[in-house]
């Protein structure tokens, strides 16, 4: 295949350029500053491009988004009528899993409480709680929500999954609706946030849900971070009503220096890097729908724009 790539935000280190050309050594891959003529686009393999930046290409066949997400590339009010496609890699949704579970088992045996003892010099055992006394809820049960859903299951704890609509999933039992909603939060242990960000989703994690939340409940936000009211959750985690949050995404992100999550000792931050699709799948599948475009076949991993996912 002949094409060239351009990418939107998106270093294109050397690892990536390997990747691609490992795979198709006749494809071409620029950084938006080596492009002399944007005409000559084909493909744009982006992540937060900033808005307007892609209708540049007047001739772009397809938008590959280098993840699961791509919420930060359907944001673009000027964005071109071409297929926008993502992420999806098998592997990825195992590493999602077990980032989850850690954080799972990180509030089960609390082990926040033992960093402030070992801190403090204080020799102190607290009450073990087994897997099967700990209710687990998995908002969103996608590809990466279902896998997790039943990582979990398969560990003995008792795992609840809401979908936007009704279905089965081995293990799982799932609800959905604002119905089944009420009752998953009132039984979970800890809600884990594994949503998609759409118009319906985005600022659901807020003071009222929070307050149907099990007092005592972990929140576990792992979806995008516009999910999340942020001052909503530090009012539900000061108060006491939840026992604390894990956070791999923020509405801004890095996360700005001073920011009050940074220090707060009831909430845990990473950077965004709960799971990572590889290079090499990256370049299989960006080419692969590059293919398909070219050919006029329907093209693998395409997304709804209007759903968002």
């Not at 988004?65 to 071409?82: K, R, T, W």
């Not at 999806?88 to 579970?101: G, S, Y």
């Not at 939840?242 to 992100?253: K, R």
Request: glycine share 8%.
């Amino acid at each position: 295949m002949k094409g060239v790539l351009v990418s939107a935000t998106l270093k294109l280190d050397e690892v990536f350029r390997s990747a691609f050309a490992a795979e198709d050594a006749s494809v071409e891959l620029l950084m938006p500053e080596e492009v002399d003529d944007p005409a000559t686009i084909d493909f744009a393999l982006a992540w937060r491009p900033p808005q307007g930046v892609l209708k540049r290409y007047p001739n772009l066949k397809v938008i590959c988004s280098i993840a699961a997400g791509v919420d930060n590339i359907l944001a673009d009010p000027e964005l071109p009528d071409v297929p926008v496609v993502r992420m999806v890699d098998p592997e990825q949704a195992e590493a999602m899993a077990l980032f989850v579970i850690w954080h799972v088992i990180w509030y089960q045996r609390r082990f926040d409480l033992y960093l402030e003892q070992q801190e403090a010099q204080v020799w102190r055992r607290q009450p073990q709680r087994s897997a099967t006394d700990t209710t687990v809820a998995v908002l969103g049960l996608g590809r990466m929500g279902s896998v997790t859903a039943q990582r979990l299951a398969g560990l003995g704890y008792p795992t609840l999954g809401w979908a936007r609509s009704p279905r089965t999933l081995e293990g799982v039992e799932v609800v959905s609706g604002g119905e089944g909603l009420e009752t998953l939060l009132a039984r979970a242990d800890v809600v884990i946030n594994l949503l998609p960000l759409t118009a319906e989703t985005r600022g659901l994690l807020d003071g009222a849900l929070f307050a149907r939340m099990k007092p005592g409940a972990y929140l576990i936000q792992m979806g995008r971070g516009p999910h999340l009211v942020e001052r909503d959750l530090l009012a539900a985690v000061d108060s006491g009503h939840l026992a604390g949050a894990s956070l791999d995404v923020f509405e801004q992100e890095p996360l700005p220096p001073g920011h009050t999550f940074w220090t707060h000792p009831r909430i845990l931050v990473t950077p965004h890097c709960a799971s990572d699709a590889t290079a090499d799948l990256v370049a299989v599948q960006t080419l692969a729908a590059a293919r398909a475009a070219l050919a006029g076949t329907e093209i693998p991993n395409g997304v709804n724009k209007t759903d968002g996912y």
